[in-house]
């Protein structure tokens, strides 16, 4: 389902989706780390009390404290120096009585500086929770009651590690540390360590907010590239989709997307590159269309000639005539064969030029292997033709041209192979190489009877043919397939007659330098 899922969505879908299970595993994470911060550093903290504590305890054994409330408060008041940085020391013997509390011992020492009329707090009347009342100006301290939790620390099966606690009292955060008292290797009672540790919560707080700040940062960030995403990504891409859509459908209504060819980015690029596909498909749609169409008309008339001609020459006994009508249907058979052939050759030029990658080529060096195979050719024959090349006007540099090697020489063999058809016996063929403006020029001029010139604008079209002596020899296609291969190349081709008193058909071919 997950699979299906993810195949049928789109691609904003996909990034939404994506980024929402990022966002979960990071809440996940931060949930976790959050709620480790506050234990770790409370740990810190204590990890501080049993140094302390275990400075306490050696001190008491080292000094040969007797550890009674008259002892250990005597020991307190003159080492308060290892507590300067905590709020509270509380030590208890094995009975849980309180033996001394640095909060007693803070105030009646404050006390007995400050007012001599109050009385100096007995040690004897100390007690767990403690209240001054206020004189002369002194405010009252409250204190919280530790006996609870020492009661549970002594409990505990194993009481040699430290017992650490947490509690929030007047506005405050403390942080409580209980370990026992060893005497000479033997217990003697415990100690509670307590310090007001607000900067824990502080620290907790600030790191809190700098990680919802940054997680909110980032989804601000990701929903404005999420809204740039879509907006200048993927809903042209859909919008390109429904254009590829409408064409498949034969939709009339079709966006062309011109808002999108304007773009210079990659979206551009497609959008033109789709524009160009598409007018390139209906041109050979069109092409096909017209083309099927004329073929079939082509092929009509040889079928007709060939049905009419079988049919007299099944009820004919004369043995010229027959002979006549095997010719006739000679012809035509050869005619229908030409048709098709080169129909096919046509649709595999086009298929195959629009799959080929075009290179840099010299024409001139195109001119001479062709023009070589024809004269070699051309040597064998009867006719006595010589095929001459003029490279002069382009002084030894070179005729380079952005193209399909195989498909120029197909151009000129094409042309070559026209005007050998129509030129006479001992007779020559001229290729003249050239620059003409920002173009390769390439003219092939003949000694033949030349065009017509009331048709010469239809050369080029597909079956056409002014030549009806060598109908059987062309099928009307070989110059519209010439033409065709130019086109594609960027080029184009004139056809006309030699002037100057020469006779003979001149085609001349120009291509686009390539530098």
Request: charge should be neutral.
């Amino acid at each position: 389902m997950k699979s299906n899922f993810f195949k049928s969505s789109s691609i904003l879908r996909k990034f939404l989706v994506f980024n929402f299970i990022v966002f979960l595993i990071l809440g996940i994470f931060t949930f976790l780390y959050l709620n480790e911060i506050k234990p770790n550093l409370v740990k810190k903290r204590s990890n501080k009390h049993s140094i302390i504590i275990n400075n306490t305890s050696d001190h008491i054994e080292r000094l040969n404290i007797d550890f009674t409330k008259k002892g250990v408060t005597e020991f307190l008041l003159s080492t308060r120096f290892l507590f300067q940085n905590l709020d509270r020391v509380q030590l208890y013997d094995l009975n849980l009585s309180l033996l001394a509390d640095t909060d007693t011992l803070d105030l009646a020492e404050d006390i007995f500086i400050k007012d001599q009329d109050v009385q100096e707090t007995s040690i004897d009347n100390l007690e767990e929770t403690t209240k001054v009342e206020e004189s002369q100006g002194y405010q009252k301290k409250v204190t919280f009651n530790t006996e609870s939790y020492v009661k549970e620390y002594s409990e505990k099966k194993n009481t040699q590690n430290k017992f650490v606690f947490t509690e929030f009292l007047n506005n405050n955060f403390y942080v409580m540390t209980i370990n026992p008292v060893n005497l000479s290797g033997e217990k003697k009672g415990y100690i509670i360590v307590s310090e007001i540790a607000n900067d824990i919560l502080i620290a907790v707080d600030e790191r809190r907010n700098f990680i919802l700040r940054t997680v909110f940062s980032i989804a601000i960030v990701i929903l404005i590239f999420s809204i740039f995403l879509n907006k200048y990504i993927l809903k042209p891409i859909k919008a390109l989709v429904l254009y590829t859509k409408a064409i498949k459908d034969k939709d009339e209504k079709i966006d062309k997307h011109e808002r999108y060819l304007l773009r210079k980015d990659e979206v551009g690029q497609l959008s033109r590159s789709l524009n160009e596909m598409t007018e390139n498909l209906y041109r050979r749609i069109d092409i096909a269309e017209n083309f099927s169409s004329d073929l079939a008309h082509e092929i009509r008339n040889p079928l007709t000639s060939l049905k009419g001609a079988s049919e007299v020459l099944e009820n004919t006994s004369d043995t010229e005539k027959r002979k006549k009508l095997i010719k006739v249907i000679s012809h035509d058979v050869e005619r229908i064969e030409r048709l098709i052939t080169d129909y096919s050759q046509m649709l595999k030029d086009e298929a195959s030029l629009s799959r080929a990658k075009m290179s840099k080529i010299d024409l001139s060096n195109v001119v001479d292997s062709v023009v070589e195979d024809f004269n070699s050719d051309l040597s064998n024959s009867n006719k006595n033709i010589k095929i001459n090349i003029n490279h002069s006007s382009l002084n030894g540099s070179k005729l380079n041209v952005l193209g399909v090697e195989s498909k120029l020489e197909q151009i000129l063999a094409n042309l070559l192979d026209n005007a050998v058809s129509f030129s006479p016996s001992n007779s020559k063929i001229t290729v003249i190489c050239g620059i003409k403006k920002r173009n390769a020029q390439l003219i092939i001029e003949d000694e033949g009877p030349g065009f017509n010139e009331n048709n010469i604008d239809k050369i080029f079209d597909r079956f056409y043919s002014n030549r009806p002596e060598k109908f059987g020899e062309h099928s009307g296609l070989g110059l519209n397939i010439v033409k065709n291969i130019i086109k594609l190349h960027g080029g184009s081709i004139i056809a006309s007659n030699q002037t100057s008193g020469k006779k003979g058909a001149r085609i001349e071919v120009l291509l686009p330098v390539f530098k």
